[in-house]
């Protein structure tokens, strides 16, 4: 019994010993077979190192991308903004100045003062709550001005979206256009005050051309 169990033990250590030691075969080859199955092992990882860094360079450069794009968006709709504000597409507030005009003025010497405010750097006007557009003319006799088809009541305000310190030294200037309209309108009463904050509204006037075509 002790010889048999013996023996048997000695068979499955020579089993063991033989599974362990052939599970790679390495044991069995010359060592010009390993030197060259080293150099393929150092080929391959060569290899997968070379994809890794082509891998990375694109992610990179897929990342600078987006973010160029992200950036490029952002200043696209900054420059909307701008665009649709100096159209009067958009309603805008800011500080600036108010002109109250008390008297009959034609329509004309309101031109005037938009034209000397536009000339001063306002970036946005309003006439009687309007909003002043490329197109917008202020039209009709002493008394019975209108602006947009609204009529323009009693004291007539303009706002102008600007520098209030410039604006105002614009109209009060020596000859200026206060001065001219004061010295051809006999009794007109001229009230300039620079405002902390104006809101003006967005026009109601259809922009769209109907003839003209952009040019890309």
Same mark, same amino acid.
């Given at each position: 019994?002790?010889?048999?169990?013996?023996?048997?033990?000695?068979?499955?250590? *020579? *089993?063991?010993?033989?599974?362990?030691?052939?599970?790679?075969?390495?044991?069995? +080859?010359?060592?010009?077979?390993?030197?060259?199955?080293v150099a393929n092992l150092s080929t391959r990882n060569d290899l997968l190192r070379g994809e890794v860094a082509d891998l990375e360079r694109r992610l990179?450069?897929?990342?600078?991308?987006?973010?160029?794009?992200?950036?490029? *968006?952002?200043?696209?709709?900054?420059?909307?903004?701008?665009?649709?504000?100096?159209?009067? #597409?958009?309603?805008?507030?800011?500080?600036?100045? +108010?002109?109250?005009?008390?008297?009959?003025?034609?329509?004309?010497?309101?031109?005037?003062?938009?034209?000397?405010?536009?000339?001063?750097?306002?970036?946005?006007?309003? *006439?009687?709550?309007?909003?002043?557009?490329?197109?917008?003319?202020?039209?009709?006799?002493?008394?019975?001005?209108?602006?947009?088809?609204?009529?323009?009541?009693?004291?007539?305000?303009?706002?102008? #979206?600007?520098?209030?310190?410039?604006?105002?030294?614009?109209?009060?200037?020596?000859?200026?256009?206060?001065?001219?309209?004061?010295?051809?309108?006999?009794?007109?009463?001229?009230?300039?005050?620079?405002?902390?904050?104006?809101?003006?509204?967005?026009?109601?006037?259809?922009?769209?051309?109907?003839?003209?075509?952009?040019?890309?």
């Amino acid at each position: 019994m002790l010889t048999l169990v013996a023996l048997l033990l000695g068979l499955l250590v *020579v *089993v063991q010993l033989r599974a362990q030691g052939g599970g790679t075969g390495l044991e069995t +080859r010359s060592a010009q077979d390993l030197t060259l199955l080293v150099a393929n092992l150092s080929t391959r990882n060569d290899l997968l190192r070379g994809e890794v860094a082509d891998l990375e360079r694109r992610l990179a450069t897929l990342e600078s991308a987006r973010a160029r794009g992200e950036t490029s *968006v952002d200043q696209v709709r900054a420059d909307l903004a701008r665009v649709r504000m100096w159209a009067g #597409i958009s309603p805008v507030a800011g500080l600036g100045v +108010r002109v109250t005009l008390r008297g009959d003025l034609p329509g004309n010497a309101v031109g005037d003062l938009l034209n000397e405010l536009r000339n001063a750097g306002a970036e946005a006007l309003a *006439v009687g709550g309007v909003r002043v557009v490329a197109s917008t003319v202020v039209a009709g006799p002493p008394g019975g001005l209108s602006v947009e088809n609204t009529a323009l009541v009693g004291a007539i305000q303009v706002e102008a #979206i600007g520098n209030p310190a410039t604006l105002t030294g614009s109209l009060s200037r020596a000859g200026g256009v206060v001065a001219q309209l004061q010295a051809t309108y006999p009794g007109l009463g001229v009230e300039v005050a620079p405002a902390d904050l104006l809101e003006l509204p967005a026009t109601t006037r259809d922009l769209r051309p109907t003839d003209a075509k952009p040019r890309l």
